[in-house]
């Protein structure tokens, strides 16, 4: 923890009542000054919010400019997937506050991570999720929807979200469970036998946010079909609980019931994106954003009066890794935009705590040597919880965005209101594949079977090499 060295001056042969006033005062001082290290939030006032965001915003930069993998843009160290959450919240940062810093640094990233225009570059493919391959899609839709600037000779930034679409719809797996996507992608990876909120979830919101954007049906149709089969299995129960993972080995009938922000999120954004696209005449849209919401109480406990946002499976043991502990980055963000295009009444609650926890947020950055970095228990409030790092800064970014929506009360763009992005549907490599999986023929799947075997062959047999070069 970061404390001032406060220290008395007072001589033995001083009086007590001196010595104890004295060190009263010291101590008075250093509160007040370790208070003032601290993020001061007014969650009323935009030029604070502002101020507030540029701090967090800079800090988490400095730690994407130390990485040791800063060759490769948009790389993280050990990680993929957080490259294209932190340009996404930085994206919202910027259509919010107009300053554009971090612009270059943002499309560097974003175009050399694109791939075949699909988010799913070879030196990573093998190893990356469903879940991973989408966190960048949302990156791409939420560049269109904020007019976030394209470079020339370059895709366009709806058409890279359309890329991620059309490379994952052929994953739809009806060989199990009747459909959805699996976690990870490949049969040698353990999340291969699993289907997962987030990833399932974040595909439903991508195709929400494209339906709406483009106003091309198929979009909508696939959106639909993603809730539906979510709502068939534990993954989103009749009781609007959402249920972390579940296997194909059960057939999708048991459930891992880890409670996260950001499984909540993606299934809420997306049906509210549904809401606005259908015009309200489907009332399961609004339904499932209202449930989700009621639901998501749980996520601000009594220890922060019910008014600040925490992640209760990991924070209060101290447990959240690296990825956890950015969840409430897109929990607050997501619902902060989506409050733009569903009824005022739907989000107003939540947009209120989101203050408060906006607050409390700030009052956590008060570590590291210059006192203005964050942690992530925000529930602590002005007790800083001894953490550092880019994804701590990337949540408080997240939650200032939220709340700094308002002021801005624009967007998200589409086609039809001024979005500048251009669609093409054919975006990306699976243009056999566009906008919807071809039938999966006995032919293709023993095809597929053997080449799995093959590839699996040769890396066990590359790996037993290296050990005994070794």
């Avoid at 009542?17 to 993020?39: E, F, N, Y």
């Avoid at 502990?325 to 609650?349: C, H, N, Q, R």
Wanted: with cysteine; net charge negative; charged share 20%.
């Amino acid at each position: 923890m970061h404390f001032l060295r406060c220290r008395s001056t007072l001589s033995s042969r001083q009086m007590m009542p001196t010595i104890l006033s004295r060190w009263l005062i010291t101590i008075s001082v250093c509160l007040l000054v370790r208070t003032a290290l601290a993020i001061d939030v007014s969650p009323d006032d935009e030029t604070s919010l502002k101020d507030a965001a540029k701090t967090v915003a800079s800090a988490m930069m400095d730690f994407y400019n130390d990485r040791d993998s800063k060759s490769i843009p948009g790389k993280m160290d050990d990680t993929w997937w957080e490259g294209g959450s932190m340009f996404m919240t930085l994206i919202q940062y910027w259509y919010l506050t107009g300053d554009s810093q971090f612009n270059d640094a943002i499309q560097e990233g974003m175009y050399w991570q694109k791939g075949e225009n699909d988010f799913f570059p070879s030196n990573y493919s093998q190893y990356l999720g469903n879940d991973d391959q989408v966190f960048w899609g949302l990156a791409a839709i939420t560049a269109a929807e904020l007019n976030f600037p394209e470079r020339d000779n370059q895709p366009s930034w709806v058409s890279l979200a359309e890329g991620v679409f059309n490379g994952q719809i052929p994953r739809w797996d009806m060989a199990s469970c009747s459909g959805g996507l699996r976690w990870q992608i490949w049969p040698y990876q353990n999340g291969f036998h699993l289907k997962n909120a987030i990833s399932n979830g974040g595909l439903f919101q991508l195709s929400a946010r494209l339906a709406l954007y483009t106003k091309n049906s198929t979009y909508a149709e696939w959106a639909e079909k993603i809730w539906d089969w979510s709502a068939s299995t534990p993954l989103l129960r009749k009781t609007w609980v959402i249920a972390d993972t579940t296997s194909t080995a059960a057939d999708c009938k048991d459930h891992g019931d880890h409670q996260w922000t950001y499984n909540y999120a993606t299934y809420i954004s997306g049906a509210g994106y549904m809401h606005n696209y259908t015009n309200g005449a489907e009332s399961k849209w609004l339904e499932g954003v209202n449930g989700l919401i009621k639901t998501s109480d749980q996520f601000f406990p009594d220890s922060g009066a019910k008014q600040i946002i925490s992640d209760i499976t990991c924070e209060p043991i101290n447990k959240c890794d690296r990825n956890q502990k950015t969840f409430k980055a897109y929990f607050t963000s997501w619902i902060g935009f989506m409050s733009l295009i569903v009824p005022t009444e739907t989000t107003a609650d939540l947009m209120a705590r989101f203050k408060s926890s906006a607050v409390a947020a700030g009052q956590q950055c008060s570590g590291g040597s210059d006192g203005k970095h964050c942690g992530i228990r925000w529930t602590k409030k002005a007790e800083w919880d001894g953490t550092v790092g880019l994804e701590q800064q990337m949540s408080v970014l997240g939650v200032l965005n939220a709340i700094m929506v308002p002021f801005k009360a624009q967007g998200p763009y589409n086609a039809d209101n001024g979005g500048t992005s251009k669609s093409d549907p054919h975006g990306g490599t699976n243009t056999k594949n566009t906008l919807g999986p071809k039938d999966v023929e006995t032919g293709d799947k023993v095809g597929a079977g053997i080449l799995t075997a093959v590839f699996i062959i040769l890396w066990v047999g590359a790996v037993s090499w290296i050990v005994k070069a070794e």
